[in-house]
Structures are given as C-alpha cells and as structure tokens.
C-alpha cells in the first residue's frame, strides 16, 4: 500500500509564508509526477502546481511567481513553497504522486488527506 502524508499547513496572515511537505511511503519502485492541489470550500479541487520526475514544472497562473514545487523523487518527498499568500489561497491542500507499487503494474495516482491553510487579511 502506498501513503502519502502531507504537514506544514497552517494560519498565516496576508502576504505570509508557509512550506508544505508530502513524504510518500510503503511499495514504491517508482515516482513519477509529483503535484499539489487545493480545494476550497465550495470549489472544485484544482491544480496548484505539479513537478515530472525529470524535475519540469507547471504552476496554476493564480500562483505563478509566489509558489515553489520541488521534489527529491528518490525519497518520495515534494514540497510546496508558498510565498505572498492571499485570503483566496484560502484551501485544503492535497498531495499527489503517481506511482508505480508493483513490477507489471502501471502508474497509479494515490492522494494524501489534505492539510488546510487559513490565510487571513
């Protein structure tokens, strides 16, 4: 089984700061895209940022030049930088990894259970 658990949300004020984390663990041989995504209250979740296995980067143009994915594919580890935050980044982030778990498998995506970030103004 495959778990991805995310820590680092939090209360911050307008134009604060906060990292994420997520540590994937359990039967993985491989990792490939690593992402981040958030769900407001009633929204739809939606993508924040997502980094490939060869380490290129795509952003959601409402975080483009404030937020920063890396990831370190090989402990299973992605991390979400988070700078200049606003009220509306207001969310639950999710954690999300394809993973290959089993030689003749396929990639899966597995999702970790949200870690909220409160921005107030």
């Known amino acids: 089984q495959v778990q991805l658990v995310e820590s680092g949300g939090g209360l911050v004020q307008h134009g604060g700061s906060l990292t994420l984390s997520c540590a994937a663990s359990?039967?993985?041989?491989?990792?490939?895209?690593m992402g981040w995504y958030r769900q407001a209250p009633g929204k739809q979740r939606e993508l924040v940022a997502v980094?490939?296995?060869?380490?290129?980067?795509n952003y959601a143009d409402t975080v483009k030049g404030r937020f920063t994915i890396s990831a370190d594919n090989a402990k299973g580890r992605v991390y979400l930088q988070m700078r200049s935050l606003k009220p509306e980044d207001t969310a639950v982030y999710y954690c999300?990894?394809?993973?290959?778990?089993?030689?003749?498998?396929?990639?899966?995506?597995?999702w970790g259970q949200g870690t909220q970030v409160t921005v107030s103004s």
């Open positions: 999300n990894a394809d993973v290959l778990a089993h030689f003749g498998s396929e990639y899966q995506a597995y």
């Open positions: 359990g039967s993985i041989l491989s990792i490939g895209a």
């Open positions: 980094i490939t296995s060869g380490g290129s980067t």
